[in-house]
């Protein structure tokens, strides 16, 4: 079941990479407001895409968000569900398993659409930048598994100081 939490920042990081690719207008340019490397306009601008890329990357992204918002929609009415049948008084243990299957199914479709943009916008590359690609893919992991057990303060593996990368980190 993906959590509000990665919905969120699922949503937010292929808002920032839809920003990336159609140019940001006004902006003092790529990662400017972000601490450390530079967040996912960086990402972006290491690709180095040209004008073609950019607005084909512009189309498929706004093509994957329509056909996600309806799943993404039913995704929350069925945690909002789950969240009411949960907190019952003598709540129903079978309707409870049945809406959270429906929800991890619901989430399943969500990552695969996910995947198929991805898989989508990588065959837009030249294979310099599908190399760059899996370079920024393998960073983003190693990131991921450092903070697997948290973000914040005090938590294993802490905060990096600013400024600072992961070892191997290309961006």
Do not use: N
């Not at 940001?24 to 601490?35: I, L, T």
């Not at 530079?38 to 601008?45: A, C, E, T, V």
């Not at 837009?124 to 983003?140: D, G, H, N, V």
């Amino acid at each position: 079941m993906m959590s509000r939490w990665t919905m969120f920042a699922g949503a937010a990081a292929l808002s920032l990479v839809a920003l990336a690719v159609s140019g940001a207008p006004g902006s003092d340019g790529p990662g400017r407001h972000f601490r450390g490397r530079g967040g996912p306009f960086q990402d972006m601008q290491l690709l180095d895409l040209t004008d073609d890329q950019r607005a084909a990357a512009k189309d498929l992204f706004e093509k994957h968000h329509d056909a996600v918002r309806p799943l993404v929609e039913r995704e929350r009415d069925l945690h909002q569900q789950l969240r009411e049948a949960a907190g019952q008084d003598g709540a129903d243990p079978a309707k409870v398993g049945r809406i959270a299957i429906d929800a991890h199914k619901v989430g399943e479709q969500i990552r695969a659409e996910r995947q198929r943009m991805e898989d989508a916008f990588v065959g837009l590359l030249t294979p310099e930048q599908k190399e760059m690609w899996s370079k920024i893919q393998a960073s983003r992991a190693k990131e991921r598994e450092r903070h697997k057990d948290g973000w914040g303060f005090g938590r294993k593996g802490g905060m990096a100081p600013e400024g600072a990368a992961p070892e191997g980190d290309v961006r």
